[in-house]
């Protein structure tokens, strides 16, 4: 998170910095993404970005906490609207957020961001709510209080988020394959759907029929 001093700063010079940051990690991976190009597009020196932020890392996912701000509203009403089916949810919600990731002003970043995920990445990437899930953090909008657990084969409580984890590894695993395969939304979301359907009714044929 960004430092104290940094939201002291004006808004134009905070979005000067962030609209830096934006070209940067659109035009490179993280790995490669260098703070020198970052200060000179936002005409500061190297100590005051060390001022307002730890690393290039922070800024980063600072950055893209700021993209994903929406996503955790979109997934709670993805499943209010399935009321509370986690798969008939999930699928309400990807052509949603992947609408956000594909806006060109932002596809750069994301195919950047998707191309190159680790596990922090993912973690961070994760709606908030997703997050809380996972971390067995507090969170008046919890996950589960939107989804039927009732449907859900759980051996026991500790099942949950590994299952949710999982579901969102194959969520943004898609959109990767989307972004390596050069794929439209369309063929991305098939891709998704039909995942999600192994998923929720198995792949082993029904030797009856």
Not at 11 to 23: D, F, G, N, T, Y
Not at 78 to 83: C, G, I, L, Q, T
Not at 171 to 189: D, P, R, Y
Request: with cysteine; aromatic share 12%.
């Amino acid at each position: 998170m960004p430092t104290k001093t940094f939201f002291n700063l004006s808004k134009e010079k905070q979005s000067r910095l962030i609209v830096a940051a934006s070209e940067e990690f659109s035009r490179v991976s993280l790995n490669e993404a260098s703070i020198n190009n970052i200060i000179k597009t936002a005409e500061i020196s190297r100590g005051s970005f060390y001022q307002y932020f730890e690393n290039k890392e922070d800024l980063y996912y600072y950055y893209l906490g700021l993209l994903k701000r929406d996503t955790h509203a979109m997934l709670v009403e993805s499943f209010k609207e399935a009321d509370g089916d986690l798969f008939e949810g999930l699928r309400i919600f990807f052509p949603q957020v992947l609408t956000l990731i594909m806006h060109k002003e932002k596809i750069a970043f994301f195919k950047h961001l998707f191309l190159h995920m680790d596990y922090r990445t993912g973690t961070e990437v994760a709606p908030d709510t997703v997050r809380h899930c996972e971390s067995n953090k507090k969170s008046k909008d919890t996950l589960k209080k939107y989804i039927n657990v009732e449907k859900l084969d759980l051996v026991d409580v500790a099942d949950f988020p590994i299952l949710i984890k999982f579901m969102m590894s194959t969520l943004f695993g898609t959109i990767g394959e989307g972004f390596n395969k050069k794929s439209s939304e369309e063929e991305i979301i098939s891709r998704f759907n039909k995942k999600m359907k192994w998923i929720e009714h198995g792949v082993r044929k029904d030797p009856s029929n």
